[in-house]
């Protein structure tokens, strides 16, 4: 996932938050370890909450839906994040943890996802993209919404990253997740 880190209510830069998502044995729910806010623990119920919806769809097992708990652990987070932008990240990881299907490797994702799937914009994209590159991610998965902002990049970024623009959540996993 990408975050915008900020200073005095102006934004300084971007960071990578690393995701481990597991599914294990035991009641159907989700977890959430690590150092967050509740609008992360919220997004993530959020999302868990739209795989159970469509979980055939984005091809989980029932089997696997209804008998495993999914775990849910953001790494490496020196300080709380905040703000509506990490939903894609947590999608491809419980999907990619319940559906037993590897995440393309590279890959980095930002953009916060509705309960009926779709993909809303956000900002701080310079900032996101820069800190995916810095990390050596390859592919980007950003909202369509914010194409244009893309478009204004500098071409020294962009030229270092694919940038892929999702209107959903569905796309995003057709993007990331392999066989």
Do not use: C, M, W
């Amino acid at each position: 996932g990408l975050a915008v880190l900020s200073s005095g209510g102006r934004e300084v830069g971007g960071d990578v938050i690393l995701i481990q998502v597991s599914a294990i044995n035991g009641p159907a729910k989700v977890e959430v370890t690590g150092s967050h806010g509740p609008e992360l623990r919220d997004s993530v119920r959020a999302v868990y909450n739209l795989v159970r919806a469509n979980f055939r769809e984005f091809g989980v097992p029932e089997t696997r839906l209804t008998g495993q708990t999914v775990a849910v652990h953001l790494v490496k987070i020196a300080e709380p994040k905040e703000g509506p932008s990490a939903g894609l990240a947590f999608a491809v990881g419980i999907v990619s943890a319940l559906a037993n299907r590897p995440v393309n490797p590279g890959f980095a994702f930002t953009g916060e996802v509705a309960l009926h799937g779709d993909v809303g914009a956000v900002g701080g994209l310079s900032h996101k993209i820069a800190a995916a590159v810095r990390a050596g991610r390859t592919h980007v998965v950003v909202p369509a919404a914010n194409a244009k902002d893309v478009a204004a990049l500098p071409g020294d970024l962009t030229a270092k990253v694919q940038v892929h623009a999702v209107s959903t959540a569905a796309e995003a996993l057709a993007l990331a997740l392999g066989p």
